[in-house]
């Protein structure tokens, strides 16, 4: 009884093994190749269970959907002789993964290629254009035409390149540093021509309110001179027409003003008491 049990459990496990090494099932998101004897035989592109001939067949199974590879950073010369550190994307799918599998066998070795190709392409549309063009004028017809001459080469390994992007391009340090420099030194001259444009400004604003302020001073006086002028005319009118009237008194308050303008406090004068100057203080007596 036991011997068996023992033989049905072996039978059953033969069974099972048998039938895990006929049938497989293929991902929707996958391709199936199915190798025999290490050659590859055909491609199962439809998803769900097959049956292959057990031990000898192996599947190998490849990515149907889109894929992303990112590129490491590297040095590539512009057209105007300047070094460009390109970091660069790519999105590529499997076209014909049996040519794939005779070309490059999986998709390690699916991205070491199209890192070839693509550098490749890179380093010679680059190299076609100025360092100005590549980080603003032409960037995006640069990459359509490394994308679409990838693609080309690409087919030959079973792969469609879809898109190539960089993700960013810089300059190496020791040109940056230029760079920085050459920049620094053409603000600084710019900023020596705003000053010199500024003091010129700052002069020729000064001159014209100088100018304008003479021009002001020199009515003002006009004018004041003009002003007195007419008062000291219409002063001696004044006096004239007083004198004209009573002589005597205008002579008398003449007089008195002289006087209070001569003998102030603390005046010493010597004078002969027979002086006209007097006359009206004789009178007083």
């Known amino acids: 009884m036991k011997k068996n049990t023992y033989i049905i459990g072996i039978i059953i496990v033969v069974l099972l093994i048998g039938v895990n090494a006929t049938f497989y099932t293929v991902d929707q998101t996958q391709y199936a190749i199915i190798i025999e004897l290490g050659k590859p035989r055909r491609v199962v592109l439809e998803p769900g269970l097959h049956i292959k001939i057990p031990f000898i067949q192996q599947i190998t199974n490849f990515d149907n959907r ?30 014909d993964p049996l040519k794939l599998y005779k070309t490059v066998k999986n998709e390690s070795g699916a991205q070491s290629r199209l890192d070839d190709i693509i550098y490749s392409q890179l380093r010679v549309q680059l190299g076609l254009h100025t360092l100005n063009e590549i980080v603003s004028e032409a960037r995006e017809s640069i ?130 008491p027979e002086m006209e100057f007097f006359e009206y203080l004789k009178k007083s007596k």
């Open 143 to 272: 990459m359509k035409k490394v994308t679409l001459k990838s693609n080309v080469i690409a087919e030959d390994y079973g792969i469609n390149v879809v898109d190539v992007r960089i993700k960013r391009a810089d300059l190496p340090p020791e040109n940056e540093r230029y760079v920085f420099e050459r920049m620094k030194a053409e603000r600084d001259r710019q900023a020596k021509k705003y000053r010199s444009e500024g003091k010129e400004q700052a002069w020729k604003v000064r001159a014209m309110a100088e100018k304008e302020r003479t021009i002001i001073l020199a009515e003002a006086s006009k004018k004041a001179e003009q002003l007195k002028g007419d008062g000291d005319a219409r002063a001696i009118k004044i006096y004239a027409h007083a004198y004209e009237q009573d002589p005597g008194f205008y002579s008398f308050t003449r007089s008195l003003e002289a006087y209070k303008k001569s003998l102030e406090k603390g005046t010493i004068m010597v004078l002969s």
């Open 66 to 95: 889109l894929l992303e590879y990112d590129a490491a950073p590297s040095e590539i010369l512009t057209r105007d002789k300047k070094n460009l550190v390109v970091d660069n994307y790519s999105r590529w799918r499997i076209k």
